[in-house]
């Protein structure tokens, strides 16, 4: 469109009474593909690789150039043209006045549009700035009113603490482990790695916290080998399978129900595992595969341990188990 636009302008703008209406075309589309040249050359080539680079000498001797060269390929077009078209037998325009005509005439329609295409790009730019500044600043504002809310939900945790009868042991150290976990999450959980036995501690916190709401007859092991101990991790990358496991572990009275979380390493691998017995009734009661926690955690494993995890999850009929081997 914007050459389209350009065009019909030069052809308004520049027609004269004594050339035909044809012949303005003709020269002013002669002048479009050269400056047009010109102009994609620069702001595709030169720009981009002098310009931004702040290499303004070479920028601005290959823009010279771009228009000292567009200027002699069009004085043959344009004398072609005015020999065997605009005036037949008659002598064209010596070389110098075309050629002096063609460089004025690109150099300034060309040094305009590119002006005005980095113009464009640099108000869109700046806007694109603005914008990020604008979200940053919500952000750090969205960090600081949420710091807020853990105070608020472990004073309240603290209140509640305080007013659970002594006598109920369980309710108590059911609240004290889960504040223990929440506080885990808030404020340990903010960084890229953190040691296992951080991660293993949360593990057993969790587990316990199920292991109270849970029937009796739900048998549950955690095997963490001596090997683990002294590495690194991403925080929260097991909790998602093991949720899984106690979500959908079997309700057998007269079966064993059973969660069996292992841990392991060898030279350098990670090895995890979860295993839980399961039921279904008429296929109602399934493994969820792709709930927001797995695909988190999928996604999350792709982009901390790019090629150098493995997941594998097998399901039947009574039971699930996840295998996960993670390179450090």
Sequence with gaps: MLWIGLYLLWVIVFQKKAFSFSRTMTIQFCYLLFIAGNYYFNIYYTVPAFLYKKKYVGFASLFIVGIIVAATLRVPVATYLSEHYFAPGKPAPAFPELFFNSLI??????ICLVAGKLMHDRIRFQKYIDTIEKEKMQNELDFLKA???????????????????KSNSTAREMLLTFSEMLRYQLYECNIGMISIEKEISYIR???TLQQIRKPENLSVELHVSEDVGGISIAPLIFIAFIENSFKYVSNYENKPN?????LDRSNNHLFFKTFNTK???????????????????KRRLELLYPGRHNLSI???????????????
């Design 279 to 297: 039921e279904s009734i008429n296929g109602r009661k399934m493994i969820d595969h792709g709930g927001i926690g797995i695909t988190n955690v």
């Design 105 to 110: 005439n690109i150099f300034i329609w060309t």
């Design 147 to 165: 710091q807020f809310n853990p105070h608020f939900l472990f004073n309240s945790i603290n209140s509640i603490y305080g007013n659970i009868n």
């Design 314 to 328: 097998q399901s039947n009929e009574h039971s699930h188990e996840v295998m996960l081997n993670i390179e450090l």
């Design 205 to 207: 916190n969790y587990i």
């Design 258 to 262: 059973e969660v069996k979380i292992t």
